[in-house]
């Protein structure tokens, strides 16, 4: 009697090692090219995120009927927005520790300025954050516009 022929399913150590190796290039290459555009996206976010407070305090002056006091504190990295009495409304760190992740940011004026009902404030605002060298900008005017600039 003969026996019958069998064949054997699967792959050489060989052929998993060469599609492991390969796999493992591929993902090195991938997150080298993938990390600074995290970065950016996360300046991107911040910046974002500032504005909307900004446009919050628009917003709380008005239903509020009295001024609202944004303070941006670059040693703390904080953004506050409060009313003149001192009522915190919002409170946003914005460190490396945080979501956020940023290097620096900086505000100039480096004061407060108030945002009155009518939606002006007290003076021009820019707020420039910064994560491994790349940089947005978010600028309020006396008006009440405010715009995301690159800088």
Sequence with gaps: MQRPVTTRAGFTIVE???VMITAGILMTLVIWRAGPALQRARARQAIAVV?????????LAARQR?????VINPSLQLI?????????????????????G?????ADPTTSIEIFPNGAATSNLSVTAETNGFQRQVRMSRAGQIRIVAP
């Design 16 to 18: 998993l090692a060469i």
């Design 51 to 59: 504005a909307a407070d900004l446009q919050y305090a628009q917003m």
């Design 66 to 70: 009295e001024p609202v006091v944004v």
């Design 80 to 100: 506050l927005v409060s009313s003149r009495s001192g009522t915190v409304f919002r409170q946003r760190f914005v460190g490396p520790q945080t979501e956020f």
């Design 102 to 106: 940023l290097d620096a940011i900086q």
